[in-house]
């Protein structure tokens, strides 16, 4: 069998994609390949059931780095971001990999499933919870949508939906109240495990909404776990979007994404001296700082989609009686990570022109 290292050490958003084509390769090609991996975020394999220990001194051994060339088609083409590393797997390799499931291949061990949600181990209770992702990345602030309409679609939903607000500690990630903060408190492997417990997920494009389809659903749930996007106008629907997420983009709708993805990284300049500052790189129609395809979202639109979500059964919060020890934990104020006030993020050491007006 021929023994092959692959490599990529991109986000682990992108990770979440080679997970996808190390499953093809081996259901396409059994007993053909012997598999394993050098990425950035090795938590992704954990329980991987394809991967088999390699040396990449070995010369039995190939090593393939990793990309995914297909994106710069995505605008022309009917490809998703699963076909990417498949596509250049069968180029480097001359294979014929075909996309098997709409969605990564994150595993769980069985004791992984067995533990209660960080919910009822923080809580105590075992409660009905989604996700919010409420900021991103510095690299690609063109994704953010404005901290206060995140705060709109909470405070709508207050008593219908627990949100559990994640991020890393290394971006930007302001407070949400009402919502219960894990930010910065979960690893990768934890992450992964609250999706899994999680009725939903709204976000920006991120890990996150990659997690929501490559993560199994718990027992009782539906079969795919409802996610609400908000997209923009920077990727093509087409290359993101799951068939049961909600995709909120304005692809068609502004001259600048009028052909499809504008694929720039930020909507003003953070001095950073990083090559995103450049202009090419930066968004063309912005709207109090906030990208139009971004600013023309609206908290309400946004609240709908979840509410769509949640018809069959209806929107449900806690009890009354799991209520009240709910309420003393999200009556704590939050500590700040990225607070915004005037036009720097504070806590994060870098500068940023962000909205300041809902």
């Not at 969605?103 to 919010?132: N, R, Y």
């Not at 003003?268 to 709207?287: E, M, T, Y």
Request: hydrophobic share 40%; net charge neutral.
């Amino acid at each position: 069998m021929e023994k092959i290292v692959l490599t990529n050490f991109q986000s682990p958003g992108d990770v979440v994609m080679l997970t996808a084509a190390v499953r093809d390769l081996h259901k396409c090609y059994p007993n053909r390949f012997v598999t394993d991996v050098r990425t950035g975020s090795p938590e992704l394999w954990e329980h991987n059931p394809y991967l088999t220990p390699l040396d990449p001194s070995d010369p039995e051994v190939r090593v393939v780095e990793c990309h995914y060339p297909l994106i710069q088609f995505s605008n022309q083409r009917p490809v998703h971001f699963l076909q990417g590393f498949i596509e250049f797997l069968n180029e480097q390799l001359g294979l014929e990999i075909e996309l098997t499931a709409f969605q990564g291949d994150i595993h769980l061990s069985e004791a992984e499933i067995m533990m209660p949600s960080l919910v009822k181990e923080i809580t105590g209770q075992d409660l009905p919870f989604w996700i919010v992702v409420a900021g991103g990345k510095f690299d690609y602030t063109i994704k953010w949508w404005h901290f206060r309409r995140w705060q709109a679609v909470v405070d709508r939903l207050q008593g219908r939906v627990l949100f559990v607000q994640v991020g890393a500690k290394q971006h930007y990630h302001p407070a949400l109240e009402g919502a219960l903060d894990v930010r910065g408190k979960t690893t990768l492997r934890e992450l992964i495990r609250l999706v899994y417990h999680a009725q939903g997920v709204l976000c920006p494009v991120s890990l996150v909404m990659h997690l929501a389809a490559a993560v199994e659903c718990k027992p009782g749930q539906p079969g795919r776990r409802p996610s609400v996007i908000v997209a923009g106008g920077r990727e093509p629907p087409n290359w993101e979007a799951y068939p049961d997420h909600h995709f909120i983009h304005t692809i068609g709708m502004l001259p600048c994404c009028e052909q499809g993805g504008c694929w720039r990284s930020r909507s003003v300049p953070l001095g950073d001296g990083d090559a995103k500052d450049q202009p090419n790189q930066l968004c063309v129609d912005v709207v109090a700082n906030l990208p139009r395809c971004m600013h023309l979202i609206t908290p309400a639109e946004v609240v709908q989609r979840i509410e769509l979500c949640n018809r069959d059964p209806p929107l449900s919060g806690p009890s009354k009686e799991q209520a009240v020890g709910l309420a003393r934990l999200l009556s704590r104020r939050p500590s700040p990570a990225g607070v915004i006030k005037g036009s720097r993020v504070r806590g994060v050491g870098r500068k940023a022109t962000l909205e300041t007006k809902s």
